[in-house]
């Protein structure tokens, strides 16, 4: 019979059957250590990561099936279902036993946690629907329910302020949303080509993320622009016509932001395996990769940063 070892503490590990996989995930109940999840075909386990205590035991609801387990607050997780259809729904739980919430059903969508979207100091839940290219938003605090649905994809800005970005007719464009229903800025239509996405970083160091928006041309020219976001009002602060961050990569040179010096890099390839991880050591990045497509995260301090970029030799 094979057996799945998954250390959590020294000292401390959790052993499962065939059939289950085990990863390390979240900090689930809060006491600072990262928990276990252990995952077969039906049913989710959370272990705690000090003990081989089990924190919670999800199994199948009807034709659904447990797909993923997301931290919200307040001792809350999230815990999302699917059947074979690709319907999805999820369920609030709140001491990792009682259902205090199940969302409605929606069709071919993806649920993930998010953050406190609407200010109200609590974690909350998205439901994304890629063919209608729609999110809906749940409270992930009582009164739960529906707080929103939005046309584009969602990203957390700073804990209350949202932005939303959607690509129509060949361009993208996005809105930045105050306490999630607020709608405090409408960005214009920027042409997209090749890859094109839109997330908050930290440029200026002024204690307020900042907006990001990428965009390649058919000439295979960059074009990134910086929005200032102090919620005094969202503004275009300056035009890159090369990276600012990792989008397009030029002779295998990355050019980073200077604040990003210090951070550590991982490059993935389209397969998910790593190719490279290294330390900025400064803002020019000498990659010795392949021409192609590949997938980075950029990690320092608290904050981690994620997407795709494109090496062209």
Request: charged share 15%.
């Amino acid at each position: 019979m094979l057996w799945i070892l998954a250390q959590i503490t020294p000292g401390d590990s959790v052993v499962s059957p065939s059939g289950w996989s085990i990863w390390m995930e979240w900090d689930y109940n809060g006491d600072g250590v990262l928990d276990a999840v252990e995952q077969s075909s039906d049913s989710i386990k959370i272990h705690d990561g000090v003990s081989t205590t089990l924190l919670g035991v999800y199994g199948p609801d009807g034709t659904y099936s447990p797909t993923n387990a997301f931290p919200l607050s307040g001792g809350r997780i999230a815990v999302s279902y699917s059947d074979p259809s690709g319907n999805v729904l999820f369920k609030i739980y709140s001491g990792f036993t009682t259902v205090e919430y199940t969302s409605p059903s929606h069709l071919y969508s993806m649920v993930q946690a998010i953050g406190d979207a609407d200010g109200d100091g609590n974690a909350d839940v998205t439901v994304y629907d890629g063919i209608y290219d729609t999110t809906y938003l749940y409270s992930g605090a009582a009164p739960y329910g529906l707080i929103r649905a939005y046309e584009g994809k969602m990203r957390l800005i700073t804990p209350g302020n949202v932005l939303v970005f959607a690509h129509n007719s060949g361009n993208v464009s996005f809105k930045v949303y105050s306490n999630a229903t607020n709608l405090v800025y409408t960005s214009s239509a920027y042409p997209y080509a090749i890859t094109s996405d839109v997330m908050p970083f930290l440029y200026d160091n002024d204690d307020y993320a900042d907006i990001l928006l990428g965009t390649v041309s058919s000439s295979w020219t960059a074009d990134f622009y910086v929005f200032s976001t102090n919620f005094l009002g969202v503004s275009e602060r300056e035009k890159e016509t090369e990276t600012v961050l990792p989008g397009l990569v030029k002779n295998g040179t990355l050019k980073l932001d200077e604040g990003l010096v210090g951070a550590t890099l991982k490059v993935m390839d389209v397969s998910g395996r790593t190719v490279a991880t290294l330390r900025v050591r400064e803002s020019r990045v000498r990659l010795n990769l392949p021409a192609g497509v590949y997938f980075y995260t950029l990690h320092r301090g608290d904050r981690t940063l994620s997407g795709k970029m494109v090496i062209l030799k």
